[in-house]
C-alpha cells in the first residue's frame, strides 16, 4: 500500500536537491499533503488536492516540519512563541 502517492514534479524536486536538504524538503512535501488530507477528512491513502486549499508551512523547531491546509487561500497564518 503506497502512501501519498507523488507526482513526477515532486518525486525530481526532491532526487535533485542537495544531498544535505533532502530530508527537511521530503518532510516538507508529507506534512503539507497530510495537512490538505486532514483538510478534505480522507485517511492516508487518499488523493489529496493541493490546488484546493490554501497550505502554510511550519518550523515549530529546528528539525522538524509542519503543515496547516484551509480551503481557499485568502487567510494568513499567525503563530506565536509562548515561554514560561
Given at each position: 500500500r503506497v502512501l501519498f502517492r507523488s507526482e513526477p514534479a515532486e518525486a525530481w524536486d526532491l532526487r535533485i536537491a542537495p544531498a544535505n536538504e533532502r530530508v527537511l524538503r521530503f518532510f516538507d512535501l508529507w506534512t503539507r499533503k497530510e495537512a490538505c488530507l486532514?483538510?478534505?477528512?480522507?485517511?492516508?491513502?487518499?488523493?489529496?488536492?493541493?490546488?484546493?486549499?490554501?497550505?502554510?508551512?511550519?518550523?515549530?523547531?529546528?528539525?522538524?516540519?509542519?503543515?496547516?491546509?484551509s480551503e481557499g487561500n485568502d487567510w494568513q497564518l499567525a503563530c506565536w512563541e509562548w515561554r514560561l
Open positions: 486532514k483538510a478534505e477528512g480522507s485517511g492516508p491513502c487518499g488523493s489529496p488536492r493541493p490546488e484546493r486549499y490554501g497550505v502554510r508551512n511550519l518550523s515549530p523547531a529546528c528539525g522538524y516540519a509542519g503543515a496547516v491546509a
